[in-house]
């Protein structure tokens, strides 16, 4: 149960690299959600019980991070015409997850002001926190003052307590925040200072390693937000469902017309064949959403 909770953590951690695709939903999928939710919101009600059962698959999700993050961010700097368009395509194949969700409750008006304020909400935080660059780009480089280790903390905070949100992908909320370049370079230089440490080079190490400690801030802020926002979903996902989906509908449409305008689609220059790559990856995207979302039903 161990060894296979761990082989589903690595595919849950390569999806918390892919902006677009949900961990939750991978997690949905493979059956681990509904217990990772109440492990982490009741974790001191049994802390032996639910160490077991939550380490195998942050073994795993670690793992999966470390494997992928660094061809991923390559490919949003080489390729971020079809990169981009293809996580718009993940995103926006969680749409009729969260109409079914929606449905769960009787319409009212007002619930379309929770969407407006969802939609809202990304775009505003997203403004704010944006470095005026490609939100692949990495904007932090080295950890050297305390408003960068609160800057990674509050994306860290940020991007994983939405995460927990079914269709809602914490890669996709960390790049909308212009971090997500920031925090997985630093991932993966995990893997090079190792190499340089076991090789003698300690001179390459100890530069390696002040960008490596920016994976401390994000950690700790992903660690608030998992546990301060678990409690919060516990509760509201069991009382009203389906207005919290009206809220998540807001934030996924906010990101897909983020992700859109950052791909460069409607302002590229780049020749018919990137831009006919990309809607074909757009699409893929799509179907790769509702493969996953078809295999959980």
Request: hydrophobic share 55%; proline share 3%; charged share 10%.
């Amino acid at each position: 149960m161990q060894i296979t909770n761990t082989i589903k953590g690595i595919f849950i951690g390569i999806a918390l690299v892919v902006p677009g695709l949900s961990g939750s939903i991978l997690a949905l999928v493979m059956g681990l959600y509904e217990g990772i939710i109440n492990a982490v919101s009741g974790f001191r009600k049994d802390i032996r019980k639910n160490v077991l059962f939550l380490a195998p698959i942050g073994l795993g999700a670690i793992i999966g991070i470390l494997a992928s993050a660094r061809i991923v961010l390559w490919l949003c700097q080489e390729f971020p015409l079809q990169s981009y368009l293809f996580f718009t395509g993940l995103v926006i194949g969680a749409y009729p997850l969260i109409f079914r969700k929606m449905k769960k409750t009787t319409f009212k008006p007002p619930y379309v002001l929770y969407t407006a304020l969802g939609f809202a909400f990304m775009f505003i935080v997203s403004h704010i926190m944006d470095t005026g660059m490609e939100r692949s780009h990495i904007a932090i480089e080295t950890l050297s003052s305390a408003a960068e280790f609160g800057t990674v903390f509050a994306a860290g905070a940020i991007s994983m307590s939405f995460m927990m949100i079914p269709g809602v992908s914490g890669s996709v909320m960390l790049m909308l925040l212009g971090q997500y370049g920031t925090v997985y370079n630093a991932v993966g230089m995990v893997i090079d200072l190792v190499r340089y440490v076991l090789s003698g080079n300690f001179e390459a190490a100890s530069y390696v390693f002040m960008t490596v400690l920016l994976v401390v801030p994000f950690a700790l802020g992903a660690l608030i937000g998992v546990i301060f926002i678990a409690k919060i979903l516990s509760f509201l996902l069991s009382k009203w469902e389906g207005q919290v989906y009206y809220a998540v509908l807001g934030l996924v449409s906010s990101a897909v017309f983020l992700l859109v305008d950052e791909s460069g689609l409607l302002q590229s220059y780049e020749g018919l064949l990137p831009i006919a790559t990309g809607i074909l990856l757009l699409v893929i995207g799509v179907f790769c959403t509702l493969f996953l979302d078809k295999s959980k039903e």
